[in-house]
């Protein structure tokens, strides 16, 4: 019989589901998945309200997130907390009925109630905790009682090692991408690059979204605007753009096609969350970060300065002269940010972390 591994996930952000929805996939062939959000299951009517708040903050008071997100950082999860008691019911009836031979956390608070649980006469099994952070880990993660932590990168694990997280209890498996990655033609660094094609995901602050996309196309280059769920708010906007630069820019919404956008553009503007950033590694597509969450992204930004692939460029003047720098000389500096991308890239993260998971079931 397959091994039943239980994914937890949570939507504050989109790394923590779009871990859980790749590493199932890689899965599926080999173990009887379930994915499952117990934030939302707990409490479907707070859990929206509270996701769309995240989004908010983030986007438009970043500085209360970062207050937020540090205080975390000293918050006792060992215990049991009343405010979540719906979410932690959530994941004893997740437990109940699947009766799952391993667990993987996507979100640092399962792991502290999986093992609560386990102490109450439920049979105990591995318990895997998926950091979707790197560089910056809160501490909700390196304390989890999780038997096995998967990370991104080597600069991750000295995070943790100056935490106190023993070095047998992780792995680097890099960020579970879209296993698509691995089969997706990249956009080598001896490409003419012209025109150079950018990929932009703005954020939902709707006055720099205009400034930005006429800043790029000051350039010789065409643009893809990927809305996202800020369709109705940005559409009209940058439709007008499209007007009047024609053939030079392209309107998306909503799009499964992420994976085959990276890896058909030479340069992605966005923002520094943990997917978003993998992806763009993945893809070996060099990044401009427009906007970053205090806190959690922090570590984001800084792996890709440390790796020399990307740049921090909050405004229209930024990314303008950060595009200048790029193009200059025959696109030299973009040429070796995509020699060190080829290095770096772990488009099949998501099968290694896969197959360490079936390793570790009992």
């Known amino acids: 019989m397959k091994p039943k591994i239980l994914i937890l996930t949570a939507s504050f952000g989109d790394g923590h589901n779009s871990a859980a929805r790749h590493l199932a996939e890689a899965l599926d062939a080999q173990a009887e998945v379930k994915v499952a959000d117990p934030c939302h299951l707990g409490n479907p009517i707070i859990n929206r309200v509270l996701c769309r708040t995240y989004r908010e903050i983030t986007t438009y008071a970043p500085r209360i997130w970062a207050w937020v997100y540090r205080s975390t950082d000293r918050q006792d999860f060992s215990k049991p907390l009343p405010f979540i008691a719906k979410t932690e019911d959530a994941v004893a009836a997740l437990l109940d009925d699947f009766q799952p031979d391993l ?14 649980l ?3 006469e439920r049979r105990r099994v591995p318990i895997i905790t998926v950091i979707t952070d790197s560089i910056e880990v809160n501490a909700a993660w390196s304390r989890s009682p999780s038997d096995h932590f998967f ?29 698509r990655f691995e089969a997706l033609p990249k956009i080598p660094s001896t490409d003419p690059a012209k025109p150079f094609r950018v990929l932009f995901f703005p954020t939902a602050r ?38 009047e630069f024609p053939g030079r820019v392209k309107i998306k919404g909503w799009t499964r096609k992420v994976p085959e956008l990276l890896s058909s553009h030479h340069l992605i503007i966005g923002k520094a969350g943990g997917a978003t950033v993998h992806e763009a590694i993945a893809a070996e ?3 401009l970060v427009h906007h970053i969450v205090p806190g959690q992204e922090e570590g984001n930004i800084e792996l890709l ?6 740049s921090l460029a909050t405004d229209a003047r930024q990314i303008e002269e950060s595009l200048g ?38």
């Open 305 to 310: 300065e440390r790796y020399q692939i990307g």
């Open 151 to 179: 990370i991104t990168d080597s600069h991750t694990l000295e995070s943790l090692s100056c935490q106190k997280v023993p070095a047998h209890k992780t792995s680097i498996t890099g960020f579970p991408v879209s296993p």
């Open 118 to 120: 386990f102490d109450k």
């Open 285 to 287: 597509c060099p990044m």
């Open 206 to 243: 709707s006055p720099h979204v205009g400034d930005i996309i006429r800043s790029v196309l000051k350039h010789d280059t065409e643009i893809t605007v990927v809305l996202g769920r800020n369709v109705r708010r940005l559409y009209k906007k940058a439709r007008k753009i499209k007007d």
């Open 103 to 116: 667990v993987v956390n996507t979100y640092p608070l399962y792991p502290y109630m999986v093992d609560r």
């Open 325 to 362: 720098n790029l193009l200059a000389n025959d696109a030299q500096l973009w040429r070796e940010q995509k020699q060190r991308l080829a290095t770096y890239a772990k488009p099949a993260a998501a099968r290694e972390a896969a197959r360490l998971i079936l390793s570790k079931v009992p």
